[in-house]
């Protein structure tokens, strides 16, 4: 039974014609096509960034119309102040008709439009292979409108990153792009909404990393990017130039206030582990209601209302609130009310599963908070150097950074809507205060705490792919090499002579030595074939070779878009068979 041995890489070499095969250089031509999909990808980046800039001009205008039909009764999309209305007590009930028409809008629309964005994006992202109704990308931002423009505590970036995001997964859908390219679409449109709103476009590109991609790859981060940067264009074009929080120009701290302003952010971080921690027992408290969960937006509004009763100023978006804490000039009393007041609002609004973002309130709270403590810092150590300000914008990030763990984000974002970079290094030490703080105290955040309680697991650990790491030769097993003209019945005997029937594929190559294909255990050992055909007339399909230097990476996509279990390892320098590779081996590895 000369025309049957083992072969190994430490045997003799069998010549192999990489003509019948899938060569190395079809898989370069694969890669070439894949950076073109990378650059069509892209351009589908481009154009839904376009399209969400202009979607959030006009959720800006619309939750101006609401505002201004709600509390001043003027059909305009000028900005519109909730405070200065003349409703006294009756401004109760303002909130509550708004909740009640967002909770009607999720039970006959789309119940995915209550919430604050970024989670819902992130469950999609985990779960639903990045599909998100189509039907999001109108019935979000309506929904949000009306809750902010009646009173609603939010800002408008939840929505539109909701948005965003809804926009980019219908493109995805409408066109055939797999659910990794589906992902970037969503991540693109949601990060380009965030963009578009503060003009933020590195931080936006972080918030991609960190909440919504778990990644940094070219393929990812490439129409992210392009994605982001086409959204802060269209906030320079359709919103006004200059930082969106203006402050005072902040200096470079002390020794001395740095310290302190590291305190403050330890501070900031236990506060923020308790806001997420009374949030979601507000929630709690809301699923034990005895009504229907489409009345329960309607109560949060009530409670919105009697707040905004006794402090107008807790009412809508807000985002003047965060510039007045940031000036340094509000007194300590309407600091301590503003972060109080608004919490209490914005707390019990989200938990009642109502529409609209969560990071304004965030940085409100925050920044009102490091206001204060800064004030006290400067009362306890007058010779420090303590800014104000600075502890406000310390306080707004660290809250952010403790409250999502979106580290990075929260400080580029505070840079890049204030233009302080001088803050970088206060930044830095508060909001990694802040981090560890939450790190320590809270097995989830309050982007992940909802889908963590469905049984879904948020990654929180970047790094390369392992498969990356390793190469097929670390990992290949050796091969049984069969002659073609070898009867199925000879093969049998050879085998069970051999005490090899263990394999669950062979290599098959013809008289020359030159490569043919594979041919699987279970079709050798078939009862269907003739004992007298040749071994070769089982060969189902061309074979799809791989170098021993690929890594492992290339040999699992190489695997999918073949569709086989196992590749024949070939070495491009003698053209020699060196083993096999199976998804056995790449697990082991």
């Excluded at 481009?46 to 101006?64: P, R, T």
């Excluded at 079709?523 to 070769?536: R, V």
Aim: glycine share 10%; proline share 5%.
């Amino acid at each position: 039974m000369d025309h049957t041995a083992k072969h190994s890489h430490n045997r003799i070499p069998i010549s192999v014609s990489l003509d019948e095969t899938m060569s190395l250089n079809d898989m370069n031509q694969a890669q070439a096509g894949n950076k073109k999909r990378l650059a069509m990808l892209s351009g589908f980046a481009v154009a839904v960034a376009i399209c969400i800039s202009f979607i959030a001009k006009g959720l800006v205008y619309l939750i101006n119309l609401f505002t201004n039909l709600a509390f001043n009764h003027t059909w305009s999309v000028a900005p519109g102040n909730p405070g200065g209305h003349h409703y006294g007590l009756f401004v109760i009930i303002v909130p509550a008709i708004g909740g009640l028409i967002v909770g009607l809008m999720a039970l006959y629309g789309s119940k995915a439009i209550r919430g604050h964005g970024i989670p819902e994006a992130m469950e999609q992202i985990l779960t639903n292979n990045s599909k998100i109704r189509p039907s999001i990308t109108y019935l979000k931002p309506l929904s949000s409108a009306i809750s902010i423009g009646t009173g609603g505590p939010f800002g408008a970036e939840g929505p539109i990153i909701a948005t965003g995001g809804a926009l980019g997964s219908t493109i995805g859908q409408l066109f055939r792009i797999s659910a990794y390219e589906r992902k970037i679409l969503l991540t693109a449109g949601a990060t380009a909404g965030m963009s578009a709103i503060f003009g933020s476009p590195v931080a936006a590109i972080f918030l991609a990393i960190e909440l919504l991609l778990f990644e940094f790859s070219p393929r990812s981060i490439i129409p992210v990017a392009l994605a982001c940067i086409t959204g802060a264009a269209g906030h320079h074009l359709l919103f006004e130039a200059g930082p969106v929080f203006p402050s005072p120009v902040m200096e470079s701290p002390s020794n001395m206030a740095l310290i302190t302003y590291s305190i403050i952010g330890i501070a900031i971080g236990l506060l923020a582990a308790g806001v997420t921690k009374i949030v979601y027992l507000i929630e709690d408290a809301f699923e034990k209601l005895p009504v229907h969960w489409a009345w329960w937006p309607a109560i949060g509004g009530l409670a919105v209302g009697l707040v905004g009763y006794f402090a107008p100023y807790t009412l809508g978006v807000g985002y003047e609130n965060i510039t007045h804490v940031l000036s340094g000039q509000m007194t300590l009393q309407l600091i301590v009310s503003l972060a109080v007041m608004k919490f209490i609002s914005w707390a019990i609004a989200l938990g009642s599963g109502t529409s609209g973002g969560t990071l304004a309130p965030l940085l409100t709270i925050g920044g009102a908070t490091g206001a204060a403590l800064g004030i006290a810092a400067m009362a306890i150590f007058p010779q420090a150097g303590i800014n104000v300000s600075m502890a406000a914008l310390i306080g707004m990030s660290a809250m952010f950074a403790g409250a999502s763990r979106a580290l990075l984000t929260s400080i580029i974002f505070a840079i890049e809507t204030t233009g302080q970079e001088n803050a970088l290094l206060p930044l830095l030490a508060g909001c990694i205060a802040a981090y560890i703080v939450s790190y320590f105290l809270m097995e989830n955040t309050i982007m992940t705490e909802k889908i963590a309680r469905r049984g879904v697991k948020t990654p929180d650990i970047y790094q390369p792919d392992v498969l990356e790491k390793i190469t097929v030769e670390q990992v290949l097993s050796d091969a049984t090499v069969i002659n073609g003209d070898t009867s199925v019945k000879e093969v049998r005997i050879f085998l069970e002579q051999q005490k090899d029937q263990q394999r669950n594929y062979y290599i098959v190559v013809n008289n020359e030595g030159i490569f043919k294909g594979i041919v699987s255990a279970s079709n050798l050992f078939s009862m269907h074939h003739e004992i007298t055909q040749p071994i070769q007339t089982l060969i189902k399909r061309k074979a799809t070779v791989i170098s021993p230097r690929n890594t492992l990476k290339t040999a699992v996509q190489l695997m999918a878009s073949e569709n086989v279990d196992v590749l024949p390892v070939v070495d491009r320098t003698n053209n020699s068979v060196l083993g096999v590779l199976s998804y056995k081996d790449i697990l082991s590895g």
